[in-house]
């Protein structure tokens, strides 16, 4: 985490803002991860701030992968880990800005939706977005969906064997 919070120094002023709202979102998952729930909420919500001000156009190729489905799948994710009441208008927000078709990027939101709702408790929902995750991961396999492969797999009901198992397969 001090090499993201030491990033997200290093990345201000003009043309960074998509770098810089991607360190933070990554700094604010770790936080999360390591049970600093003020920290991640905070670099969160710097994230989601410095991605408002981002001018994708213009802005340095190699952080071009951070859409809105990938602002929104750091949120499940900080979310998520948490257990946060704001979970469920995040992720109502996340699916509605995937739509009908589902983009590139959709993939990872579903995975990181599944496991958001899963450890939030929400079982039911979390293993119906679990299956729709599958159904979108074999159709568009990437790197990405396969890490959110594995992770779902870890938090699956013992109910759900079947699916965790695939979930591990896919993700070898």
Do not use: I
């Amino acid at each position: 985490m001090e090499f993201l919070s030491q990033a997200a120094n290093d990345v201000r002023g003009h043309g960074n803002a998509t770098a810089a709202a991607w360190v933070l979102g990554r700094n604010a998952e770790e936080a999360a991860a390591a049970g600093d729930e003020v920290g991640a909420l905070r670099a969160l919500d710097r994230a989601r701030f410095a991605y408002d001000f981002a001018d994708h156009a213009s802005e340095q190729a190699w952080v071009r992968f951070v859409t809105p489905y990938r602002m929104d799948s750091l949120a499940l994710s900080v979310l998520g880990q948490l257990r946060r009441p704001e979970l469920t208008s995040t992720a109502d927000t996340a699916v509605d800005r995937l739509g009908d078709g589902l983009p590139d990027g959709g993939v990872v939101v579903l995975g990181n939706l599944a496991s958001a709702l899963l450890r939030g408790g929400d079982v039911d929902q979390g293993v119906y977005v679990a299956r729709q995750f599958a159904a979108a991961a074999q159709a568009k396999p990437n790197t990405m969906g396969k890490e959110r492969a594995a992770a779902v797999a870890a938090v699956l009901p013992d109910s759900e064997h079947e699916l965790a198992v695939h979930f591990r397969r896919f993700a070898s």
